[in-house]
């Protein structure tokens, strides 16, 4: 055998062959951190997951979707980044690494922040509000 | 009341208190997403395609034991969870499912379309998967058998497609440019 395989012959990226991975940054985040926190060995990636079956296992008991919809609409209300939100949360605070009155504390002072506040524009587009966050950045 | 907050800020909340008990840094986080992003797709999963196509000893250590013969590819991250390949004939048509949650074989295709994680698609491949096949536009002979894989925690299955009539002389490159994410799961032919 004579031919030469090159490791990156393919020249284009994979997103060419697939579709946007994520569709708000936050779910980008969330990704990350729990990818992220399990390749830093905070806890194995199979913990995360089997929290993320019971997450999901709840809304398929009490949705048992006949949806048909296949490609591109999802059954109504499922959004599988909450579930993995939610998974996170769950297995941080199971193993004390961000208490539940801790997070909650701290969504409070997020909640309650001005407009146009320093943040990296990761509110959820799927969100229906009207804020424009670039608007009046006053500088106090 | 914190639960109707929108995941957005939960999200922002989780990172900031992570980064202030040092656990992760910001870029870490950056590193994840651009790596699922931008480097790891279903390309990888279709040159390993394409050579299998091309290379019949590759095609046998594929199907004998596709984690090994992947690992020379040195595919980012790597294929930490055991990988089976499974191959289409035209007696017997693949298909790939995660029953419980999302399982995929990351390494070889990135991240999983939105509806491999819907219930439906969870829910009815495995039930009636001659009808969802042709929802996804895959009429399939009566006589082709129909073989659906559930993953796991510790297996990722990927399909390795038929090769395409009329490709006799194509080059490895643009074999795996003609391999989807899609067939590679098992939703799509390219005859």
């Not at chain 2, 992570?18 to 931008?38: F, H």
């Not at chain 2, 395609?49 to 091309?54: G, I, N, Q």
């Not at chain 2, 040195?74 to 949650?101: D, I, Y």
Request: glycine share 6%; proline share 5%; charged share 25%.
């Amino acid at each position: 055998m004579t031919t030469t395989y090159t490791l990156d012959g393919v020249a284009a990226p994979p997103m060419v062959n697939g579709e946007l991975v994520f569709d708000a940054p936050w779910q980008g985040r969330i990704f990350g951190m729990a990818r992220g926190l399990a390749e830093q060995g905070i806890y194995q990636w199979g913990d995360f997951r089997a929290r993320l079956i019971e997450q999901i296992a709840v809304f398929d008991r009490n949705h048992q979707s006949e949806a048909v919809v296949m490609s591109g609409a999802s059954t109504p209300q499922y959004r599988y980044y909450d579930h993995f939100l939610r998974a996170l949360e769950t297995l941080l605070a199971e193993r004390g690494l961000i208490a539940a009155g801790e997070l909650t504390d701290r969504i409070g002072k997020f909640v309650e922040r001005p407009h146009g506040h320093d943040h990296h524009h990761d509110h959820d587009h799927d969100h229906d509000h009207d804020h424009a966050d670039d608007h009046d950045h006053h500088i106090d | 009341m914190s639960d109707t907050v929108a995941p957005a800020i939960r999200a922002e909340a989780i990172e900031s208190l992570l980064i202030e008990k040092g656990l992760i840094t910001a870029e870490a986080v950056d590193e994840v997403i651009e790596r699922y992003n931008e480097r790891v797709g279903p390309l990888n999963g279709a040159r390993v395609v394409a050579r299998a196509w091309r290379d019949p000893t590759f095609r046998r250590a594929l199907l004998a034991d596709a984690t090994a013969a992947v690992a020379p590819f040195e595919f980012e991250g790597g294929q930490t969870e055991k990988l089976v390949v499974v191959e289409n004939t035209a007696k017997v048509h693949n298909v790939v499912v995660c029953t419980l949650c999302s399982c995929y074989p990351w390494a070889m295709l990135g991240l999983p379309p939105r509806w491999y994680k819907d219930p439906a698609y969870r829910s009815r491949i495995v039930r009636e998967p001659r009808r969802v096949l042709e929802e996804f536009g895959v009429k399939l002979p009566a006589d082709i058998e129909v073989r659906v894989w559930d993953s796991s925690a510790e297996v990722r299955y990927l399909v390795l497609p038929e090769r395409p009539a009329g490709t006799d002389h194509a080059s490895e490159d643009e074999l795996a440019a003609s391999v989807t994410r899609d067939a590679m799961i098992g939703v799509e032919r390219l005859l």
